[in-house]
């Protein structure tokens, strides 16, 4: 995990641009880099980083002598990256996974470098002898990125709009600021002024496409009748290759079904890889929380080091208007889930030296997790929710995992987002991924089921609203949040509130409040980087997201 920068174009004083470049320094603390390039008039390249593949030779932005020409700065991990070393004959000068875009790029041309990546990713490569700028990201955008450009040819690029924001405000001309979509790439030419020409937008991925790299596991080894096997051997490899780290990997455990199988796979390979340590666990909640009592059955079971954060109202309190910046959102479920997630990040890097953490996101989106996936009116509606939340995921959930971690300097994997395990499970027949027998993730469920991977109660566990799951059935996280929000909004502010915020205006205090604090940082930009807020489908007469005003929600049981 790191911080990308880049500036191409745009004429501000040095201050200003150490000043923003500083803003994403959370993302990459051990060590940064701030370069000039000559061959571009205000060009500039930035890099925060943390240290997790090749300490000695890892430092961006990224030049080989072979290739002198070209300039790589790029937050990811590519888990292919030996194999397509062996399939071209690419020879690596250094350790780094990410340098293999820079043979890609010169060997196979711009349109086969991000399709060719099995990984998680944000790039800006630069290319002064062609005059050209590549910038692409992951297919769901797990590794995040955003753009500012402007009508003139004014580029900047950065891993967090918290670093543009403020520059464009020196923009005269008309510009527009938003996250770089998941699944594309833009090819750019560099003009002689120093500003940029795009020639080129290409969605070289959307869930569900065929692949265009060679697979980790080849899809002749899977069994051509038994598909709990295929779902995991996949998902089992999907942990393994993300296990690619010179530092300490430990996993969240929330004790849900994701976390879980997640941690007892991750326990698997590391026993298998001899790792020299014990993978740590971390679970949080408000005394003996639901999720703290389930983590704890599961930490028991497949015999992590467990750590559990107790957390409290005034922790809440304390972190909110904090966490509103990190998230840049003001997405009502988003901010929620986002508290615990923080506060157990923060424990994380203070009290341990677990650096890379493993984490469940991606099943509900894939697997039909949601509760109001029982309401979907037929497996073919089902599908295509399952692909929008995919597609949206970078707004919503995978935001909030990459924030809340990042602001905390550690880096998140999720292998349920591995794009050969997606690819598969989407592929399955449409009315076997629904829930079954009023059991979301029942295709899940069954593929590990009596394989003592999980205890089976923890196997079968319902679906828990995380904000119920980190509290209790009596106080839910909402209703503690509400406490602490009544009296900063007051009646009036909210009934004036469509009068203020015309783009998704918000029907509450909380909502009203989250809004006014994404406003102070980043003004203007809510339609830009949230277009709606997260609801359940198929569900009336409902205007909160939690899953406890959905009827079938049962957590009280």
Same mark, same amino acid.
């Given at each position: 995990?790191?911080?990308?920068?880049?500036?191409?174009?745009?004429?501000?004083?040095?201050?200003?641009?150490?000043?923003?470049?500083?803003?994403?320094?959370?993302?990459g603390p051990e060590?940064?880099?701030?370069?000039?390039?000559?061959?571009?008039?205000?060009?500039?390249?930035?890099?925060?980083?943390?240290?997790?593949?090749?300490?000695?030779?890892?430092?961006?932005?990224?030049?080989?002598?072979?290739y002198?020409?070209?300039?790589?700065?790029?937050?990811g991990?590519?888990?292919?990256?030996?194999?397509i070393?062996?399939?071209?004959g690419?020879?690596?000068?250094?350790q780094?996974?990410?340098?293999?875009?820079?043979?890609?790029?010169?060997?196979c041309g711009?349109e086969?470098?991000?399709?060719?990546?099995d990984?998680?990713?944000?790039?800006?490569?630069?290319?002064?002898?062609?005059?050209?700028?590549?910038i692409?990201?992951?297919?769901?955008?797990?590794r995040?990125?955003?753009?500012l450009?402007?009508?003139?040819?004014q580029?900047?690029?950065?891993?967090?709009s918290?670093?543009l924001?403020?520059l464009?405000?020196?923009?005269k001309?008309?510009?527009t600021?938003?996250?770089?979509?998941?699944?594309?790439?833009?090819?750019?030419?560099?003009?002689?002024?120093g500003?940029?020409?795009?020639?080129?937008?290409?969605?070289?991925?959307?869930?569900g496409?065929k692949?265009?790299?060679?697979?980790?596991?080849? /899809?002749?080894?899977?069994?051509?009748?038994?598909?709990?096997e295929n779902?995991?051997?996949?998902?089992?490899?999907?942990?393994?290759?993300?296990l690619?780290?010179?530092?300490?990997?430990?996993?969240?455990?929330?004790?849900g079904?994701?976390?879980?199988?997640?941690?007892?796979?991750l326990?698997?390979?590391?026993?298998?890889?001899?790792?020299?340590?014990?993978?740590?666990?971390?679970?949080?909640?408000?005394?003996?929380?639901?999720?703290i009592?389930?983590?704890?059955?599961?930490?028991?079971?497949?015999?992590t080091?467990?750590?559990?954060?107790?957390?409290?109202?005034e922790?809440?309190?304390?972190?909110?208007?904090?966490?509103?910046?990190?998230?840049?959102?003001?997405?009502?479920?988003t901010?929620?889930?986002?508290i615990?997630?923080?506060l157990?990040?923060?424990?994380?890097?203070?009290?341990?030296?677990s650096?890379?953490?493993?984490?469940?996101?991606?099943?509900?989106?894939?697997?039909?997790?949601?509760?109001?996936?029982?309401?979907?009116p037929?497996?073919?509606?089902?599908?295509?929710?399952?692909?929008?939340?995919l597609?949206?995921?970078?707004?919503?959930?995978?935001?909030r995992?990459?924030?809340t971690?990042?602001a905390c300097?550690?880096?998140l994997?999720?292998?349920?987002?591995?794009?050969?395990?997606?690819?598969?499970?989407?592929?399955?027949?449409?009315?076997? =991924?629904?829930?079954?027998?009023?059991?979301?993730?029942?295709?899940?469920r069954s593929?590990?089921?009596?394989?003592?991977?999980?205890?089976?109660?923890?196997? /079968?566990?319902h679906?828990?609203?995380?904000?119920?799951?980190?509290?209790?059935i009596?106080?839910?996280?909402?209703?503690?949040?509400?406490?602490?929000?009544?009296?900063?909004?007051?009646?009036e502010?909210?009934k004036?509130?469509?009068?203020k915020?015309?783009?998704?205006t918000?029907?509450?205090?909380?909502?009203?409040?989250?809004?006014n604090?994404?406003?102070?940082?980043?003004?203007?930009?809510?339609?830009?980087?949230?277009?709606?807020? /997260?609801?359940?489908?198929?569900?009336?007469?409902i205007?909160?997201?939690?899953? =406890?005003?959905?009827?079938?929600?049962s957590?009280?049981?």
């Open positions: 995990m790191c911080g990308i920068w880049a500036l191409f174009g745009l004429n501000a004083p040095l201050t200003c641009i150490c000043e923003n470049f500083g803003k994403i320094e959370h993302r060590a940064f880099k701030l370069e000039y390039d000559h061959a571009v008039k205000n060009g500039y390249l930035g890099f925060h980083r943390l240290a997790i593949v090749d300490d000695l030779h890892g430092m961006q932005p990224m030049r080989l002598y072979k002198p020409h070209l300039f790589l700065l790029c937050n991990e590519i888990y292919n990256h030996k194999q070393g062996q399939e071209y690419f020879k690596y000068v250094t780094c996974d990410v340098e293999v875009i820079l043979h890609l790029y010169e060997n711009a086969n470098v991000a399709k060719m990546l990984g998680v990713f944000g790039f800006c490569l630069m290319d002064i002898k062609k005059r050209r700028i590549l692409g990201r992951d297919p769901y955008g797990v995040p990125l955003f753009k450009f402007s009508d003139d040819g580029l900047a690029v950065c891993s967090e918290k670093g924001i403020e464009s405000k020196r923009i001309s008309k510009w600021l938003k996250p770089f979509s998941p699944g594309y790439y833009e090819e750019y030419e560099i003009l002689h002024n500003r940029m020409k795009l020639l080129s937008t290409v969605n070289y991925y959307k869930p496409d692949l265009s790299f060679q697979v980790y596991t080849p /899809w002749n080894e899977l069994n051509k009748t038994d598909v709990h779902i995991r051997t996949l998902l089992s490899n999907a942990v393994k290759k993300r690619m780290a010179d530092r300490r990997i430990g996993c969240l455990l929330s004790g079904l994701d976390s879980s199988l997640i941690a007892a796979l326990v698997k390979h590391a026993k298998e890889a001899n790792l020299p340590y014990k993978i740590q666990s971390f679970a949080i909640g408000m005394g003996d929380s639901p999720d009592v389930a983590a704890r059955q599961v930490a028991d079971h497949i015999g080091d467990h750590h559990e954060i107790i957390f409290s109202k922790d809440v309190e304390n972190i909110l208007d904090k966490v509103i910046y990190h998230l840049e959102t003001f997405d009502i479920t901010i929620r889930a986002s615990g997630m923080y157990i990040s923060k424990y994380i890097k203070h009290n341990t030296q650096t890379v953490i493993f984490s469940g996101e991606g099943a509900d989106e894939l697997a039909q997790g949601y509760i109001y996936f029982r309401d979907a037929n497996e073919l509606e089902a599908h295509s929710e399952s692909l929008r939340l597609k949206d995921i970078y707004l919503y959930d995978g935001l995992a990459d924030r971690t990042s300097s550690l880096e994997r999720v292998p349920f987002l591995d794009l050969q395990f997606t690819n598969y499970y989407l592929s399955l027949d449409s009315v076997t =991924r629904q829930p079954q027998g009023g059991i979301e993730k029942h295709l899940l593929a590990f089921d009596n394989t003592n991977l999980l205890p089976s109660n923890i196997l /079968w566990r679906k828990e609203a995380f904000s119920d799951g980190v509290t209790s009596k106080k839910s996280l909402f209703q503690i949040i509400h406490e602490i929000i009544k009296d900063r909004v007051t009646d502010d909210l004036a509130a469509h009068l915020y015309s783009h998704c918000p029907k509450t205090k909380e909502a009203l409040y989250y809004r604090i994404f406003e102070k940082y980043y003004e203007g930009q809510a339609e830009s980087f949230t277009p709606y807020f /997260w609801m359940p489908r198929w569900v009336k007469g205007n909160d997201p939690s899953a =406890r005003y959905i009827a079938h929600y957590a009280e049981k």
